[in-house]
């Protein structure tokens, strides 16, 4: 039951802007799309949330498409330590409540 | 304010043995949740508590797993007899209370428990 769909893996220079994307051609108007990240040995970290509009926080962009089809998350200086699993997430109404469905997540890998 | 806890961080056990998971919520978080990641496939949803109530089980995979959580505080997954497809990591999160039905709740989540069935 994924409804998102992620590259398995992506390369980034140091300092450039990592832009990873995400396929949720499936998602219900009401569901949000999450972006977490997991570094090794961690629990998925939280990165930032939207339903329809463009969303900024300290730690990355989030762009959303008009027909939320897609979404891209920005990470605009990436560093080593941003080496890590993406995970593209919907949240879905489920039984009264919210689950997160996980997509398979894109290793980034930073280089020097 | 503490992140969510687990315990153990790792477990070996053979087929046929049982074992108890722990996760201790942010304090003030009603809502809990357990998920899993077996090998090679996504994390996948088990549960879903609000307070001690069960809202969600439907991602339990089968009656040889058994969530509780009892007054509300922390949580235990429970696995009996443990079985080699069990092998994983058991992911708990937690989040504060839905405000309502488009309110978003940003779920934490802890370090995991490694679980491996020889």
């Known amino acids: 039951d994924a409804k998102t769909t992620q590259p398995t893996s992506m390369d980034c220079a140091e300092g450039r802007a990592a832009n990873l994307p995400c396929n949720h051609s499936?998602?219900?108007?009401?569901?949000?799309v999450y972006w977490y990240r997991q570094i090794h040995s961690q629990g998925p970290q939280y990165i930032i949330h939207g339903l329809k509009n463009n969303e900024t926080n300290e730690m990355a962009s989030l762009i959303i498409t008009e027909d939320r089809k897609s979404s891209t998350l920005i990470l605009p200086h990436a560093t080593l330590r941003d080496t890590a699993v993406y995970y593209c997430i919907v949240r879905v109404r489920h039984s009264g409540t919210y689950k997160y469905i996980f997509g398979t997540g894109t290793r980034l890998k930073v280089l020097a | 304010e503490a992140g969510v806890t687990q315990f153990p961080s790792h477990s070996v056990i053979e087929k046929g043995q049982t074992v108890t998971l722990r996760c201790d919520p942010i304090s003030g978080h009603d809502n809990l949740y357990w998920y899993r990641r077996v090998m090679g496939k996504e994390i996948k949803f088990l549960l879903h508590f609000v307070k001690e109530s069960k809202q969600d089980e439907s991602g339990m995979p089968n009656n040889r797993f058994l969530a509780e959580r009892t007054g509300g505080t922390y949580s235990t997954l429970k696995v009996q007899p443990a079985e080699l497809e069990d092998s994983g990591v058991y992911f708990c999160?937690?989040?504060?209370?839905?405000?309502?039905?488009?309110?978003?709740?940003?779920?934490?989540f802890g370090p995991g428990t490694r679980l491996t069935v020889l």
């Open positions: 999160a937690s989040s504060r209370l839905h405000r309502g039905a488009g309110g978003t709740d940003t779920q934490y």
């Open positions: 499936t998602i219900s108007g009401n569901e949000y």
